[in-house]
Each structure stands twice: as structure tokens, then as C-alpha cells.
């Protein structure tokens, strides 16, 4: 992680301090819906681990890296593969009644 990114978190959130304080994903447009969290990854400034191997982990070099950097350099391509992904997942037939269940808790069987 970015040094100074990890300065700023570890003030905002020390050891021992309270542990439901919340950040934004995206540091640089948290109120936008824009390419920027790609930008970050790039930039080494992924808040997630999770989120920063899709482009620094060995595994990213053949799997996901040239998409993180596709998404970062050209705005347009992320937000055509965002809706093209949007009406895909738009066309998933969700199980309901008694072949499935839409959960309250997502970690959680309905009771």
C-alpha cells in the first residue's frame, strides 16, 4: 500500500481506537461513479487487499492486470463493459417461492 495512504489510515483508525469508524473505497471521487477506483489499484492505493491483487499480486500479471490498467487509462471502455455487465445481470432469473429465496441477511438462511 501506498505509504502515505497507509499514514493517513493508521491516524484515522489507530490500534485500540474505535473499531466502527468507516472509510470510502475510493479516496479520490467517493461521490462520483467514475474509473478512479481503477486508478488507485494502479497507483498502489487499493483500500482493500482484495481489490489491490486484481493488479499487484503474480497472479494478476496473466488474469486481471491488463483489465485494471485497461479501466484505469480509458474511462470509456469501463463504463460500455460496466452496462453491458448491468443488462447481464439484469437478465438473471433470481430461484423464488419455493425454488429459492431472496435472504434478508445475506449470511443468513430466511427463518
Same mark, same amino acid.
Given at each position: 500500500?501506498?505509504?502515505?495512504? &497507509?499514514?493517513?489510515?493508521?491516524?484515522?483508525?489507530?490500534?485500540?481506537?474505535?473499531? @466502527?469508524?468507516?472509510?470510502? #473505497?475510493?479516496?479520490?471521487? *467517493?461521490? #462520483?461513479?467514475? @474509473?478512479? !477506483?481503477?486508478?488507485? #489499484?494502479?497507483?498502489? =492505493?487499493? #483500500? &482493500?487487499?482484495?481489490?489491490?491483487? &486484481? !493488479?499487484? *499480486?503474480?497472479?494478476?500479471?496473466?488474469?486481471?492486470?491488463?483489465?485494471?490498467? *485497461? !479501466?484505469?487509462?480509458?474511462?470509456? %471502455?469501463?463504463?460500455?463493459?460496466?452496462?453491458?455487465?448491468? %443488462?447481464?445481470?439484469?437478465? %438473471?432469473?433470481? &430461484?423464488?417461492?419455493?425454488?429459492?429465496?431472496?435472504? =434478508?441477511?445475506?449470511?443468513?438462511?430466511? *427463518?
Amino acid at each position: 500500500m501506498d505509504a502515505e495512504m &497507509l499514514a493517513d489510515l493508521q491516524n484515522f483508525c489507530p490500534q485500540n481506537g474505535d473499531g @466502527n469508524k468507516m472509510t470510502v #473505497l475510493d479516496r479520490n471521487s *467517493s461521490d #462520483l461513479f467514475d @474509473n478512479h !477506483y481503477f486508478n488507485n #489499484l494502479v497507483n498502489n =492505493k487499493g #483500500l &482493500l487487499h482484495s481489490d489491490q491483487v &486484481l !493488479y499487484s *499480486s503474480s497472479e494478476a500479471q496473466s488474469t486481471t492486470k491488463s483489465i485494471v490498467e *485497461s !479501466y484505469s487509462n480509458n474511462p470509456r %471502455i469501463f463504463f460500455s463493459d460496466f452496462a453491458n455487465s448491468m %443488462i447481464r445481470m439484469g437478465n %438473471i432469473n433470481p &430461484l423464488t417461492g419455493t425454488n429459492g429465496e431472496i435472504r =434478508k441477511n445475506c449470511r443468513a438462511v430466511n *427463518s
